[in-house]
């Protein structure tokens, strides 16, 4: 991995190459531009997240001064957020721009002004999403019904994300389930999701989530097993457009069924009697 994102930066800073260090380099005669990038250890964030490792990379620019450090800020920050990045044995995984707590700081050590900016690469977990049972009948269909309605490029999945996911890519997992009683001889069952979207761009993004929201609208039913005519209807759907879309999601869903009660056995009264009582 360590490679491989030394390569992805150098492919947008070709002045960095051969100028990226695992720790600060000592210079002498001179600050040429150079990069310190340092990678933390990994933190259980989420059942369909895995596990995230923060990378820090802190960009000096020499005598170019800290504008020319701004301005490669931001064409890192453009070309790496969400960006799927290969290794050498053809396994992938995506970045994740995550902000500069300390955008700007002197290195105590040396004294030199810097930029820090902060990626992250999620790993799940070994499996998750991979039970034999397979998912809930409810989320295969939404996920089903969301690759018909988007098409090519998106890839949609269900549960966790994968290792390394398409540059266009959702996810859809289960949330919470529940039933309301609806009447004497009818009860709802109420499944709630959580969607995530994700693309090299925000506006890539906001588009397909309106798109979602609006094509989820305007159906009454969605189909469940159409040979055995069962359907799902939307009861509620919203997204939050700022929320974090590979950890968080932006869209939330609630989909509802009405089934009816099942007759209950029970013995039947063949005879009553009745004894007055007399005083």
């Not at 009861?235 to 968080?248: G, H, I």
Request: hydrophobic share 40%; proline share 5%; glycine share 8%.
């Amino acid at each position: 991995m360590r490679a491989a994102v030394k390569q992805a930066i150098i492919g947008i800073i070709p002045l960095l190459k051969d100028r990226l260090y695992d720790m600060q380099p000592p210079f002498e005669g001179g600050d040429e531009p150079h990069g310190v990038i340092a990678f933390g250890e990994e933190i259980w964030k989420s059942s369909w997240a895995g596990y995230r490792q923060v990378i820090r990379l802190k960009l000096f620019a020499g005598d170019a001064g800290l504008d020319q450090a701004d301005t490669w800020a931001a064409a890192l920050i453009s070309g790496l957020h969400h960006k799927r990045v290969k290794n050498a044995d053809d396994s992938a995984f995506t970045l994740h721009y995550l902000g500069a707590r300390e955008a700007e700081r002197l290195e105590p050590a040396t004294g030199k002004a810097c930029r820090t900016l902060r990626f992250g690469v999620y790993n799940p977990e070994a499996g998750a999403g991979d039970a034999e049972a397979g998912p809930d009948e409810w989320l295969q269909a939404l996920t089903d019904w969301t690759g018909s309605l988007l098409g090519k490029p998106w890839s949609v999945y269900h549960t966790a994300w994968p290792s390394g996911p398409d540059d266009f890519a959702i996810l859809w997992r289960m949330t919470g389930c529940e039933t309301k009683m609806a009447g004497a001889s009818l009860y709802e069952v109420r499944k709630h999701y959580i969607g995530h979207i994700t693309a090299p761009d925000a506006a890539s993004e906001q588009l397909t989530a309106v798109s979602l929201i609006e094509g989820l609208g305007s159906k009454v039913q969605l189909p469940i097993d159409a040979d055995q005519r069962r359907y799902m209807s939307v009861a509620e759907v919203a997204a939050d457009l700022q929320a974090d879309s590979f950890l968080d999601g932006q869209l939330r869903l609630t989909l509802v069924q009405r089934r009816m009660r099942p007759a209950e056995e029970a013995a039947l009264i063949r005879r009553v009697e009745i004894h007055p009582i007399l005083k």
